[in-house]
């Protein structure tokens, strides 16, 4: 199935016809998309820059058009003669077979590019925070997952399977990775993040891009930028932050991700920051994304953030107003369906209001990345790579032909959920040795669904299709647990739900407990939409405290005076009151995918050796917050105020089942000056009786700075394998540019004056200090400096 392409006459003769300079695959992008553009009337060129929210037919027909609450109905058959820019996912919309919906979207797209004088189809996307959401395909760990293996090559293997899987079926643009930086730990969408260290979440977030952008999908950032330190940690509220921790905090990640990645798209984010908002913001969008940082692809709305201009933020009256304050700041692309870039936007155009040349500037990065997408050339075919062979005249035939949950795709998100559990304490209980009884109590106990965060396709749009199965295997904890200790009795018991105030099981709870040799709580989250959940996109906790009456249940179990493990699936850090100190131990996970159970019952048994870290720091009180570990000294304990913010476990924290020893460290030369670099040794040694990994974090503490620092921030990190007895001596080059932070003139600075480097296990637990000194001028540093510091191990 080859699209037929429109051709143009040839300017000499007048009559044979010649390729058009558009579809020319030898010419440049650029060039091509200037041809096309000057070919082009005002309503052509409109057409590219929105999208229209489809659902793929489960019969393998056209798409039909989304009729979502916040918009009006889309006549797709009027739209489609000027052409159309995006189709928003249409495989993610609502269950469907994948390859009658590959098949549903290749005549979708053959209609398209035939309905248009120049043959153009549109840009496919979908969303892809935990894996390709679609039904049936492999539902991955979290992002917080991802940032607690600390293993950015782990992730774009995981990326770069989920990109493949996309591209498969016709699909061309991921709505992922977010690189938010968690400052509160009550927002809701703290499971999208990678964490809350802006270099964690800037390598984790660049692997993932660098995979899914290898597998032929444009990855797109988001969201640009802020989002995640709305007020009170409440989804959409205003960001009252300051310049200088916009810059070294929020937009760190950004920054490394497009000087790295190879990222095509970025997504603006929802809110305003100092009472503008990012989808309006032309210094952002256009002057530090693309004059300063010389991003060059396309900048997409978050969904209906366009219209929230003139509906929720105010800041325009009309929708054309509205239209072009989006695009004179630098948005490229309405989604997820058309509104203000319509009709408002042609008549503002016509009228003078607003300047075409902001439409020809938008469709010229459209066009470009169509073009190097291959969506121009004359032998442009719908038929994807799925499809390929197969006998498309008989739709029922294809069904159940196309697998999205591979082995090897479950392997991978098996060994992304193993790395990922942070083993928070241990009393020496774990390695479990198997029991003869054990009580399975709590309401993530028997789940299924307890292992999947709110974009996961099972929760984020098979919730509303009850009578479809999930399509995917997702044992509970019960299951793993019977699979990994077969000969133990295993008494299951809710006790509580995750929210509500229901506590009328406790008392069973308590009397299997007290049957048993040991308890295996598994409290946590529900993952949802818009208060349908405990965690999740508008599902914002009050305080850290778990939800529901799940402490409450947990206090009963330590009561009994059975050992108690307490396993975590959940999407953000909680506090856990007694079990801090009364619980046998304490296992972590964040959604952890449809391998996390039995990544979990293979860290309670010992078959796995936990080397997860936190990501996140986990509470010591409720309701201290907002705090992060990245706070200055009058974010820590003082004598002025009777609140003590200290975490439980800090950022980096989590245990294994074996233990290192750091000795020997080494420092070539202690004064270096502000534009060079410190190079040190020092050796790890296992001195346990297992292999196991250690994360060996290094941390930058600045004592005296012209404006006040963190008390200790992440610059870089390397996971170390080693067998039992085994020593390797790791050599580390930390150039001063690491340093460097916004001083008081909004210039990024290094300044001279003494620094210690702390070589680490955690946030809180440095092993090695080595105390240097940054000699001669302050220097100033731009997006051009080095961000990395270097590890070898021998």
């Known amino acids: 199935m080859t699209a ?146 600390f293993d950015p090559e782990l992730i774009r293997t995981m990326s770069r399977a989920i990109g493949r899987d996309m591209r498969a079926l016709g699909i061309h643009q991921g709505l992922a990775p977010v690189l938010d930086v968690v400052r509160d730990a009550r927002w809701g969408r703290v499971e999208e993040t990678i964490g809350e260290d802006p270099y964690l979440v800037g390598t984790i977030g660049t692997a993932y891009i660098q995979g899914l952008e290898s597998a032929g999908i444009v990855a797109t950032l988001k969201h640009f930028a802020g989002y995640s330190a709305s007020r009170a940690g409440r989804n959409l509220a205003p960001v009252p932050m300051g310049a200088r921790e916009r810059a070294d905090v929020m937009l760190a990640p950004f920054e490394m991700a497009v000087r790295e990645s190879g990222v095509r798209s970025v997504m603006h984010a929802y809110t305003d920051t100092d009472g503008v908002p990012s989808a309006a913001d032309e210094w952002l969008l256009t002057g530090l994304l693309r004059d300063t940082w ?15 201009l003139k509906t929720l933020h105010g800041v325009a009256d009309t929708w054309a107003e509205a239209a072009g304050a989006a695009l004179a700041a630098g948005v490229d692309v309405e989604l997820p369906t058309v509104r203000t870039f319509g009709q408002p936007l042609r008549d503002a155009v016509a009228a003078g209001e607003v300047p075409e ?69 241990n009393d020496g209980v774990l390695p479990l040795a198997p029991p003869a009884r054990i009580a399975l109590v709590g309401p993530n106990a028997d789940t299924p ?85 405990t965690s999740g996109e508008g599902c914002d906790a009050e305080s850290l405290r778990l939800p529901g009456n799940q402490q409450e249940l947990l206090d009963a179990l330590l009561d009994t005076g059975t050992p108690v493990i307490v396993t975590l699936l959940a999407g953000r850090p909680y506090a856990l009151g007694r079990a801090l100190t009364e619980a046998a131990a304490i296992v972590q996970s964040f959604f952890p995918g449809e391998e996390g159970t039995t990544a979990l019952a293979g860290v309670i048994s010992g078959r796995v050796n936990p080397s997860g870290r936190l990501p996140v720091s986990v509470p010591r009180r409720p309701g201290a917050q907002p705090s992060t570990y990245l706070a200055a000294r009058l974010g820590g304990p003082t004598e002025v105020s009777n609140i003590d913010p200290t975490a439980a476990f800090g950022f980096g924290h989590g245990l294994t089942y074996t233990t ?11 004064a270096v000056p502000t534009d060079g670099e410190v190079a040190l040794a020092f050796t790890v040694r296992n001195t346990g009786e297992r292999e196991g990994v250690e994360v060996v974090q290094l941390y930058l503490h600045d004592p005296v700075a012209s404006v006040v620092q963190p008390v200790r921030r992440l610059v870089g990190y390397l996971r170390l394998p080693l067998a039992p007895g085994e020593s390797r001596r790791v050599r580390c080059t930390v150039p001063a540019d690491l340093a460097s932070f916004t001083g008081r003139d909004g210039r990024r600075i290094v300044e001279p004056g003494a620094l210690e480097l702390r070589l680490s296990a955690s946030s809180t637990d440095p092993r090695l200090v080595a105390a240097v000194t940054l000699t001669g001028p302050a220097r100033v540093v731009d997006h051009t400096r080095r961000l990395h510091a270097e590890f070898h191990a021998g």
Not at 362 to 389: C, I, M, N, T, Y
């Open 660 to 670: 290192f020893a750091w000795s020997d460290l080494t420092v070539d030369d202690p």
């Open 449 to 533: 669904k307890a292992v999947l965060g709110c974009y996961a396709f099972p929760v984020h749009v098979g919730e509303q299709h009850p009578e479809t199965p999930a399509g995917i295997e997702l044992p509970t904890l019960r299951e793993a647990l019977a699979a990994e200790f077969p000969a133990s009795r295993i008494d299951v018991a809710a006790g509580t739900g995750i929210d509500g105030g229901d506590t009328s099981g406790i008392a069973a709870a308590v009397e299997a407990a007290r049957a048993a040799e040991v308890v295996v709580v598994a409290l946590g989250d529900r993952a949802g939409l818009f208060g349908r959940g």
């Open 4 to 149: 037929t392409v429109a051709v143009e006459t040839d300017p000499v003769t007048g009559t044979d016809p010649v390729t058009p300079v558009w579809s020319d695959p030898a010419l440049g992008a650029q060039t091509r998309a200037d041809a096309l553009i000057a070919a082009m009337t005002v309503e052509e060129k409109i057409a590219q820059l929105f999208g229209v929210w489809v659902a793929a037919s489960d019969g393998g027909g056209e798409v039909a058009p989304y009729q979502h609450e916040m918009e009006e109905p889309v006549d797709l058959d009027a739209l489609l003669p000027h052409g159309l820019g995006q189709l928003t996912r249409p495989f993610g919309t609502a269950p469907v077979d994948p390859a009658l919906g590959a098949l549903s979207l290749t005549r979708t797209q053959a209609a398209i590019a035939a309905a248009n004088r120049f043959g153009i189809p549109a840009v496919a996307h979908e969303e892809c925070l935990a894996g390709f959401a679609t039904w049936g395909a492999t539902a991955y760990p979290v992002p917080l997952s991802w940032g607690a293996t």
């Open 357 to 425: 040349a902001l439409v020809d500037r938008a469709v010229r990065r459209v066009l470009v990345q169509k073009a190097e997408l291959g969506l121009l050339d004359p032998d442009w075919d719908p038929l994807p790579r799925a499809l390929s062979g197969a006998d498309l005249s008989d739709p029922a035939a294809l069904r159940g032909s196309v697998d999205l949950d591979t082995e090897a795709n479950r392997r991978i998100a098996r060994r992304v959920a193993q790395q990922a559990v942070v083993l928070l304490a």
């Open 294 to 308: 010389g991003f060059t692809g396309t900048v997409v709305a978050d969904y209906f953030g366009v219209a929230f």
